[in-house]
């Protein structure tokens, strides 16, 4: 190829590449934190939340023109319950672009939509944490806890709470009322954690190589305190 043509030839590609990094989505995707230093950072963000000395970090009008042109690279994702009181990116002291977030009544990682959303996250987009939260006062557990029958599709969220409703209630007999939710809501987390891993090869695989931390945990809607679960051992 001649010296001239191969220039050209550069050039196209080079213009071609700018192009396409220009595409929302993209552009630099992929967090260039660690797990661990995913995990640092919203720890430090909700002891600001229990405080009330927030940082509103990523909040401006220039971050949302940056994640607008360059694409995200959220640092962390979080599968929560949809329940009004748990605000992911406020009790984290979080902001734009920072977390990629799937809720859904009872946190429950059964619905392929939801299983589809997170491997979005940690396949796609590089994603290296996934908090499973659950939270204290949880309306579907307390319903799954007392067996309430449910209507329509709502049967099939309680459905997948029920099993660890049950395992609480025959390992903590002495449990009652709020104090049972309460460990209800703990292990439901873990049934979360549980389905997702059944359902999905690709968050398994991910984990197994170390590309991806499952980490589950509780918010305390009173206290605004997360209780990382890990720290005091898998149930």
């Known amino acids: 190829m001649k010296t001239s043509n191969f220039r050209n030839v550069f050039c196209a590609l080079f213009i071609v590449g700018n192009l396409v990094l220009a595409i929302p989505g993209f552009a630099g995707e992929g967090t260039a934190q660690t797990a661990e230093e995913a995990l640092a950072l919203l720890k430090e963000g909700n002891a600001r939340f229990v405080t009330m000395k927030m940082e509103h970090p990523e909040e401006s009008a220039a971050r949302r023109e940056e994640t607008a042109a360059g694409g995200q690279k ?5 599968l929560g319950c949809a329940d009004s009181r748990v605000p992911v ?11 990629f977030v799937a ?3 009872g946190n429950v990682a059964a619905d392929s939509s939801v299983i589809g959303t997170l491997e979005y996250a940690a396949g796609h987009l590089h994603v290296p944490l996934l908090v ?5 006062q949880c309306g579907a557990v307390r319903l799954a806890v007392a067996g309430t029958e449910a209507e329509g599709s ?3 969220i309680l459905k997948r709470i029920a099993p660890a409703a049950e395992q609480v209630k025959a390992k903590h007999p002495e449990l009652h009322g709020e104090a049972l939710v309460t460990e209800a809501v703990k292990q439901n987390v873990f049934q979360a954690e549980r389905d997702l891993f059944a359902g999905s090869e ?3 695989a991910l ?3 170390d590309e991806l931390k499952v980490v589950p945990a509780v918010y305390d809607i009173k206290t605004g305190k997360v209780e990382w679960l890990e720290e005091n051992g898998r149930k």
């Open 132 to 136: 499973i939260l659950g939270h204290t």
């Open 89 to 99: 990116e406020m009790i984290f002291d979080r902001g734009i672009g920072d977390i």
């Open 202 to 204: 690709e968050i398994r």
């Open 154 to 156: 709502a049967r099939d």
């Open 207 to 209: 984990a197994a190589k």
């Open 74 to 78: 959220p640092f962390a994702m979080v």
């Open 103 to 105: 809720r859904v009544a």
